[in-house]
């Protein structure tokens, strides 16, 4: 007789808490740097005005957010996902069940999310670029973990070669004559443009121009797709070698992470964030753009930083699992949060909400990021006490397995 298992996801008591932590602590990262251009009303623009860092306060939010919290944050959630993508394999696998078969359906579930989002809602969508650079993924599930580290630094070397070159090239055409207007012609014209369509009360003028932006923002992305693969096989390569289901083994490898990548990478996120400042107080964008560019590298640096720091300390103080649970909850319904913040804040600063994008500062923005980080992260705990996933996470997985998940969570009968 033959016995086939049914594919299902997940259990709660499969999960490893410390993902779920680290998802969460990310959650707040991409809102403080994605608050920026909720603000600004545009997505295509990276940095904010020069009147808008007059006060003090806010140049120093501007250094702080650039050096610590922009481009380290996006690759943890990259990390993670290519991470979850090899422990899902593996579970499905001990199953008996087709895991790519599954895998493929639930890429093309968070596809059809990130279009949804970045067409209707915001245009800094991630989940659309997930969701392809996932299907390439699939392509290195078989590999063994030193194959898939050979292809890590193979893919390093080429995106490093590629960003100094992007960034030279641009340093050397804002230091041409003529260049500071050519680029402000071409870079703020559009930016403009959009400004003005999302400060109009009407949604549908706004949704007119976000199909156009969408479109720019894809071409857009291909100057971080190297990155995001690159994360992604990072995570492949600790979920193959089993890394966060034994932190305790790893618990000095993931000590000298954290020695080497974040002082090496807040050196050189502070070099970053600096040239960017001074670049916008010179009204040169090219020179800034030309930053961001080396922002792309220096960020992975940090954040693998970021992630060894956490795992360290997950791994030596039980205090921090306790304090970071309520961390977690935000974690387990991440594409929940994350679609919720996009929500939020186009409704807080676009014309068709309250319209506060010219009333908000650099430093103020901060503090709406960690507010509202924080009452989702409440939300979240009351929502799971009751229910086995966030609301949005229900709909993924339903849609992946082709049936309706049960939502309500099932408590634990007491054993006498």
């Known amino acids: 007789m033959t016995y086939t298992t049914q594919p299902a996801p997940v259990g709660e008591g499969e999960r490893i808490h410390a993902l779920d932590a ?29 009147e808008s860092l007059v006060q003090p306060a806010d140049q120093t939010a501007f250094l702080l957010i650039q050096t610590l919290f922009t481009g380290k944050f996006y690759p943890i959630f990259a990390f993670l996902f290519g991470l979850g993508f090899a422990l899902q394999i593996e579970r499905l696998q001990a199953r008996g069940v087709n895991a790519t078969g599954i895998m493929l359906r639930r890429l093309l579930v968070l596809l059809g999310f990130g279009l949804l989002h970045g067409l209707f809602i915001w245009t800094g969508d991630v989940l659309f670029l ?28 080429v995106q490093l070669l590629c960003c100094l070159s992007c960034s030279g090239v641009t340093f050397w055409w804002a230091a041409t004559e003529d260049a500071q207007a050519a680029g402000g012609d ?22 007119q121009f976000r199909f156009v932006e969408w479109l720019v923002m894809q071409v857009n992305a291909i100057f971080i797709l190297p990155d995001v693969l690159l994360m992604f096989l990072i995570g492949l390569y600790f979920g193959k070698s089993g890394v966060f289901g034994q932190l305790d083994a790893y618990r000095r490898t993931m000590g000298w992470l954290a020695v080497a990548g974040i002082p090496i990478g807040i050196a050189l996120n502070a070099l970053y964030a600096t040239g960017v400042q ?30 060894g720091a956490f795992c360290w300390l997950w791994s030596t103080a039980e205090g921090v699992q306790r304090l970071l649970a309520p961390v977690a909850a935000a974690g387990r319904m991440a594409l929940t949060n994350y679609l919720t913040q996009s929500v939020v804040c186009t409704l807080l600063f676009y014309g068709y909400g309250l319209g506060l994008h010219a009333k908000v500062g650099v430093a103020q923005g901060a ?3 960690l507010a509202l980080w924080g009452v989702q992260v409440v939300v979240s705990m009351l929502w799971l006490a009751q229910h086995a996933y966030g609301p949005m996470e229900w709909l993924w997985r339903s849609l992946t397995y082709g049936r309706r998940m049960p939502l309500q969570r099932v408590k634990q009968a007491e054993t006498p």
């Open 186 to 207: 071409f870079f703020t014209t559009y930016i403009e443009q959009g400004r003005q369509a999302y400060a109009q009360s009407s949604y549908w003028v706004a949704q």
């Open 278 to 307: 001074n670049a916008l107080r010179n009204e040169n964008e090219l020179q800034a753009y030309g930053w961001l560019t080396l922002g792309i590298l220096f960020g992975p640096v940090l954040a693998l930083g970021y992630v």
């Open 130 to 157: 997930y969701a392809l650079c996932g299907m390439v993924l699939l392509l290195f599930a078989r590999l063994s973990p030193r194959a898939v580290l050979y292809w890590v630094l193979g893919l390093w070397g």
């Open 22 to 50: 680290l998802r969460g602590i990310a959650l707040l990262g991409i809102l403080m740097v994605n608050m920026g251009s909720f603000k600004g009303l545009s997505t295509l623009d990276q940095f904010p005005r020069p």
């Open 367 to 369: 503090g709406i990021a």
